[in-house]
Structures are given as C-alpha cells and as structure tokens.
C-alpha cells in the first residue's frame, strides 16, 4: 500500500515544539513506509497568515533536517477550488445559509431545550423570502453543514461512521460539532472543508496530526462520505506541553524552533526535547 501523509501548518506564528513533533513524526513515518511526505500551507485565513510566518516554515523545517516534494501546496493559492465541494452541497440542499451572528449563537444554545454544556448549535435555512430580503440587503452569512440532512442523505451510514484512529476504530460522532461552518459569503472555504479536501486531492493516506485535532476527525469523516472522498488513517500523537504543563501555544515564545537553534540548541536536540530522541 502506498503511503502519503503531510505536514499542514498555517503560517500564523513560528513554528513550536509541537510542531516539530508532528512534523518530524509524519516525516519520520513517510521515511520508514517508504512513502511521501507533502507540506501543505493552510493559509486560507487571509487575515491571519503572514509572508513572514511562511518562510520561516521552510526555514526551520530545512534546519530541522526535514524535505518534502515540491510544489508545496499554498491553500490561498486554490481558493476557487473549493467552490466545487460546497457547490455539491448546496446542490444537494445539505448546507444552509445561517445569517446569525455569534452571539446569537450562543444564546440560542443557552437556551437550547436539553440546556447541556455541550449542546451545540443547530439550526436551518430561512423562509425563503425572508432570506432573499437578506440576501439583497446585502447581509453576512455563512454557510453551515445541516447535520440534520446530512442524517437523513446518509440514513443508516450516518451511524454507521467510523473513522480508523492508528489501529482502533472509532465511531464517529460529528454531531459534537454541530451544524459547523464550511464557508463564510465572502470566505470561500473553513479549515474543515479545505482541508478535507486537499487531502483527498493530495492522496494523504495518513493524516497526522496533534491529539488535539482528533475532535476534527469526527466531522471530517462525514465530510468525506458526503462528497464520496476517500478515508485517511488518522494518526493523533501526544502534545507536547511547556513548563507550565499546559498545552503548547503561539505566545509560548521561547519554545519556537528559532528561539531555541539561537540559543544553541541543534536539531537532535529538538528530536530529544519532543521525545523522539
Ligand atoms: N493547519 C492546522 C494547524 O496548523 C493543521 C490542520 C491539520 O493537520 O489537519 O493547526
């Protein structure tokens, strides 16, 4: 079987030990499969990624001894492509335009008859004139998947979900998530769709990624049945926590590939600090 897995960081900060971790393991695991490694540069938020931030990804990942084929796909770069799934979607009537705003949001799952924490958003499409008053007022939305069609397309398959977590299944439950966000009206594509997308284009066998993705998993299989995609292994590794023995994040400066190759550490310093030394 062919091996495919990749890196997919998003160019809003500098690279961290967490990165380094996941990054090295899908490098390490293409290396020892016989298989490839991609980058991929999730800079879909437009607001958020920096040029900056971009070339010190290949920066640090070269310093770390890491390379990868060429060309790097740069998600900015492929916008209009994923107009394609949502098109799909729409056509299908498995996505609805939601003009509420956050907080409305919050409030509607404040108020939601199961009151529980977890209880999270659903919602649906407007009377049709009332969303075509919306619409030429000119209104924001976004487009949210309707897990409630999405059940009812799939039917028994919808529980049936199940996505492979490095050997076990794991049952899927996407309804954690709710009815989720796959584009905004002037924001061609979230995370999700992207992502899901590009993997199956890329041909990831393996998607690997931190533990704290593995919520993500439980949507994106549904996403990949819906639009007929492959399934991806998943491959969730440990997180690498700072000092404080929280969670690494992007203000934990001194945990930055850079900060540490400035002071003086080498890149099998790195591997032993993520505890693949
Ligand atoms: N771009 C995401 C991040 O940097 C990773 C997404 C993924 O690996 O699927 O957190």
């Known amino acids: 079987m062919s091996f495919v897995t990749r890196f997919a960081p ?45 070339a010190a990804i290949y920066e640090d990942l070269a310093w770390l001894g890491l390379s990868w084929e060429e060309p790097v796909r740069r998600q900015s770069e492929h916008m209009a492509e994923y107009a394609e799934p949502l098109q799909d979607l729409i056509g299908r009537g498995l996505v609805y335009r939601c003009f509420r705003t956050r907080k409305e949001i919050a409030d509607a799952i404040a108020s939601a008859p199961h009151g529980a924490a977890e209880e999270r958003f659903a919602g649906e499409a407007l009377p049709a004139e009332e969303e075509a008053q919306r619409l030429a007022a000119g209104d924001a939305f976004a487009w949210r998947l309707s897990l409630k069609k999405a059940r009812a397309a799939l039917g028994p398959a919808y529980f049936a979900l199940v996505f492979e977590d490095e050997t076990a299944p794991v049952r899927a439950e996407p309804e954690r998530h709710g009815d989720v966000v796959l584009a905004r ?10 992502s899901v997308w590009d993997d199956a284009l890329q041909g990831v066998t393996h998607v690997t990624r931190g533990e704290d993705l593995r919520e993500a998993a439980h949507l994106h299989v549904l996403l990949q049945k819906l639009l007929g995609l492959p399934q991806p292994v998943y491959r969730h590794h440990r997180l690498v926590l700072g000092e404080d023995g929280k969670r690494l994040a992007k203000r934990d400066r001194s945990a930055t590939l850079r900060a540490l190759r400035d002071a003086g550490k080498t890149p099998a310093d790195v591997r032993a600090l993520v505890g693949l030394g």
Do not use: V
């Open 10 to 54: 998003s160019p809003t900060g500098y690279l961290h030990l967490g990165h380094a971790l996941s990054a090295l393991t899908a490098f390490d695991a293409a290396r020892a499969a016989n298989g490839r490694f991609l980058l991929r540069i999730e800079d879909i938020d437009l607001g958020r990624a920096r040029p900056e931030f971009e």
């Open 185 to 194: 009206k002037d924001f061609g594509a979230s995370y999700h769709l992207a």
